[in-house]
């Protein structure tokens, strides 16, 4: 059963916060532990607490910790704020990665759009003059993209083909190999063909 998604923001009740407090807290610690242990990195975490006068930190022993400070501190400026992050930059940057993923997804779906409104009016099911400006300049965009597609495939196809003829005049015509099996240039002209989609059964 998935856990159910906390929502981020102060919890109201002082008597939840606290044991949400005390729990977290413990977690957090623990994560540091395990990340300086299982990685071999140098880390170290101070926590305080709204009750508690001195702060909850590991390593938990003062030295190996304020080692760790020592040399953050002794960083410049701006080594130290290279990787620093607030909440509030951290849930800008989640938002306009967020945003960058909605650009995406709205482009490949306007591209199946337009796909599904190309067939509909080459079958007739949709008539060009009952289409929008924008929805017409969507068609003329798709259009010119899949006729350079298949340009393309073209190209490629006329020089596996000038490949394949030139093997052949180089081979005196083929004969005495006749029936033989494919030569490894002809084997690597039908692989290409093949990875276009091209001589595959239908």
């Known amino acids: 059963m998935s856990r159910k998604k906390v929502k981020l923001e102060l919890i109201a009740d002082e008597a939840t916060r606290r044991t949400t407090f005390r729990k977290r807290k413990k977690g957090v610690l623990k994560k540091v532990s395990e990340l300086s242990t299982l990685c071999g990195v140098n880390a170290v975490a ?18 190996d910790a304020k080692a760790v400070l020592t040399r953050f501190k002794n960083l410049s400026e701006m080594e130290q704020a290279k990787k620093m992050m607030n909440q509030q930059e951290f849930l800008k940057q989640r938002i306009g990665k967020l945003k960058e993923k909605l650009k995406s997804q709205m482009r490949e779906n306007q591209v199946l759009e337009t796909t599904k409104l190309m067939y509909d009016c080459l079958a007739a ?9 924008e929805a017409l300049g969507d068609l003329v ?10 340009q393309n495939r ?34 690597t002209a039908m692989e290409a063909l093949l990875s276009m989609g091209i001589g595959k059964p239908l």
């Open 154 to 187: 073209i190209n490629d196809l006329r020089r596996i083909t000038t490949t394949i003829v030139g093997d052949d005049d180089d081979d005196g015509g083929g004969g005495g190999g006749g029936g033989g099996e494919a030569s490894g240039k002809d084997k």
């Open 46 to 63: 101070i926590i305080y607490g709204p009750c508690d006068p001195n702060p909850d930190f590991w390593p938990p022993s003062p030295s």
């Open 125 to 133: 099911n949709k008539d060009l003059k009952d289409l929008s400006l």
């Open 141 to 150: 965009w798709l259009t010119e993209k899949r006729i350079k597609e298949i």
